[in-house]
């Protein structure tokens, strides 16, 4: 396989949610200085890139993904001097940052916004998408995927303005080539400043239908995603970006693309054609989909899993690059979801990280799964902080008729906050978040789950996690290596093969929270890696994952890498 050399290829990202990172100065809300503190940790971790979740002006109705002004910190994180300063002290350390870029809307208190819902026409009149009612009403039928209709009136402009989030969300007109030139020029700021890259929030959501036709409906609402998603223009606005911004520099550049399908995802991070590096597909974390989507506290199905984990690996080879992630800001924890936050929590946090960091594509680690963080199981909705979670509820519960109890089982198996508490880094008070009170509970595990005791002890998730990204800089059979599915029928083993010219890996993993037979098992082969200390016998205990390298002697590595 024809592959070319990209840094980005071969780096691991850790995604930093800024506000539960670590707070500096007691305020109870995590900022830049606490990054600066901790980047000794990210270091030792080994982490190549950090992505930061968004750091700019905002009122924060949905914690920074409603931006008022892309050109300044946000007063609780710090100042733009603080920023320099991480930037420096990362990139002394080796480490590349990469920027949030929500460009799809901005917040209603965003300088454009509040000029465009003025009543006089003027320059920002056509930056966000207006349109008449209908017979009084709402333009079309849409549901916003935070509850309620997806358009809001405005009584300055006595028109309806379009926001595919929260009303203090409205979201930019794309087909406007004035508000694309205002980003581009926001992008080249930035990298001109020395940032590494972008992560691009719902950038596959930009273009829209002209027509605006009702939608399909799913609950209360139209559904708006056949008409939001890949839109007309999605990807020429994506090629122009390229051409005008992204190309100019040496960045890495991921889609966050809700809803992409395989042959979508091959033209937005194709190999040849210049849109982006590589996008984060979500089918391996929406496989269970309930009577209201993703409020449901069912487990998933193992071969779904690997049915989607393998479509993806093969559909993209040769293709386009993979984005490799178990959870982020928006999942539920890791090892809750997909292993076993009780008896076997390590295991499966272990073989977890083994499973996906084995795989083609770039690894993303999300802050706190390098712990074997668990979900916050909170027990009261005031617990909860997530404009999503809690319109949910309300919509849920008061209008569609659930019941409390049923509810509050969904939003602790899914709900987005469950991934957002505090980083737990110590034993002590608010497991050493803060010295305040936390913006959101810390969860009642740290004195057992918490860095500190996770750097002294050799067997932890923590120092596991660091031999996995020790491995990918060591071996660019991890990188680069072909991917090859195994033992497919398997209900409990996802095993997979990596070949690159010589070197092979076989990758075995049992999802199982019992012992499983596995043909693949060998006494002579050489393990690379294994989160049971002692060798498996003939069976895969709990959630055991193990890797066999085998490496012919001939075999001399190399990039075929003409043309790149
Ligand atoms: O997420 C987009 C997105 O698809 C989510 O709204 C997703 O549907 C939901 O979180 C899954 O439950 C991005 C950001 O990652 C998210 O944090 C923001 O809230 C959202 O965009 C709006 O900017
Ligand atoms: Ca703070």
């Not at 028109?159 to 581009?184: G, M, S, T």
């Not at 076993?340 to 929590?345: L, N, P, V």
């Not at 929270?513 to 596995?518: A, I, K, M, S």
């Not at 055991?544 to 890498?561: I, K, Q």
Request: proline share 4%; hydrophobic share 35%.
């Amino acid at each position: 396989m024809n592959i070319c050399k990209n840094w980005w290829k071969e780096a691991v990202v850790y995604q930093i949610y800024v506000r539960s990172f670590k707070d500096s100065n007691g305020d109870g809300i995590g900022d830049l200085m606490g990054i600066v503190e901790k980047l000794d940790y990210l270091k030792y971790l080994g982490v190549d890139v950090l992505w930061l979740t968004p750091v700019y002006q905002s009122p924060n109705c949905d914690n920074g993904y409603d931006i008022s002004d892309y050109r300044s910190i946000m007063k609780e994180f710090g100042t733009m001097e603080d920023f320099d300063l991480l930037l420096e002290e990362s990139h002394k350390r080796g480490i590349k940052i990469i920027m949030d870029l929500v460009v799809n809307h901005t917040s209603d208190e965003h300088e454009w916004f509040v000029k465009s819902r003025s009543p006089e026409p003027n320059p920002y009149w056509n930056y966000y998408i207006w349109r008449d009612g209908r017979d009084g009403k709402a333009p079309n039928n849409w549901g916003s995927w935070f509850s309620g209709p997806a358009w809001t009136y405005d009584e300055n402009r006595k028109q309806y303005y379009l926001h595919i989030f929260a009303p203090k969300q409205p979201d930019l007109n794309w087909d406007n080539p004035q508000v694309r030139e205002e980003v581009y020029s926001m992008m080249r700021w930035w990298l001109d400043k020395g940032i590494d890259g972008f992560r691009m929030d719902v950038i596959d959501m930009i273009s829209k239908t002209e027509a605006f036709p009702d939608g399909e409906i799913h609950g209360l609402y139209g559904d708006l995603a056949p008409y939001c998603i890949h839109g007309p223009h999605a990807h020429d606005y994506l090629r122009e970006m390229n051409e005008k911004v992204l190309s100019c520099y040496d960045i890495m550049t991921v889609g966050e693309t809700p809803c992409v399908t395989l042959e979508e995802a091959r033209k937005y991070a194709g190999y040849d054609r210049h849109e982006l590096g590589m996008v984060f597909q979500f089918e391996h974390v929406e496989l269970v989909k309930g009577k209201y989507g993703k409020w449901s506290d069912e487990r998933f199905d193992v071969r779904k899993l690997k049915e989607v984990l393998d479509k993806w690996q093969t559909g993209m080879q040769g293709i386009a690059w993979n984005s490799l992630f178990w959870s982020n800001h928006d999942q539920p924890r890791a090892v809750s979801r997909f292993g076993d936050d009780g008896t076997y929590r390590v295991e499966s946090a272990k073989m977890l990280a083994t499973c996906l960091h084995m795989l083609q594509g770039t690894p993303y680690i999300y802050q706190g799964e390098e712990l074997g963080m668990t979900n916050a199981y909170f027990e009261n909705l005031s617990d909860y902080r997530d404009v999503e979670s809690l319109n949910a509820y309300h919509e849920l519960v008061e209008e569609l008729g659930e019941s409390h109890a049923d509810m509050m089982r969904y939003l602790k198996a899914i709900s987005r906050d469950n991934a957002r508490t505090p980083v737990q880094w110590n034993d002590g008070e608010n497991a050493g978040f803060t010295d305040g009170t936390p913006w959101i509970a810390v969860n009642r595990n740290y004195r057992t789950i918490n860095a500190e005791a996770q750097i002294r002890d050799e067997n932890s998730v923590l120092n596991y996690y660091k031999r996995l990204i020790a491995l990918r800089h060591e071996k660019p059979v991890i990188v680069y290596g072909d991917y090859h599915m195994l033992l497919k029928e398997d209900p409990d083993v996802f095993a997979y093969e990596r070949t690159l010219d010589g070197a092979k890996l076989t990758v075995i993993c049992n999802f199982a929270d019992h012992e499983v037979e596995c043909p693949l098992l060998s006494n002579d082969a050489e393990i690379l890696i294994s989160n049971y200390q002692d060798r498996a016998q003939n069976v895969l205990r709990p959630f055991e994952a193990v890797v066999y390298e085998t490496v012919s002697l001939s075999s001399c590595w190399h990039l075929r890498a003409a043309g790149c």
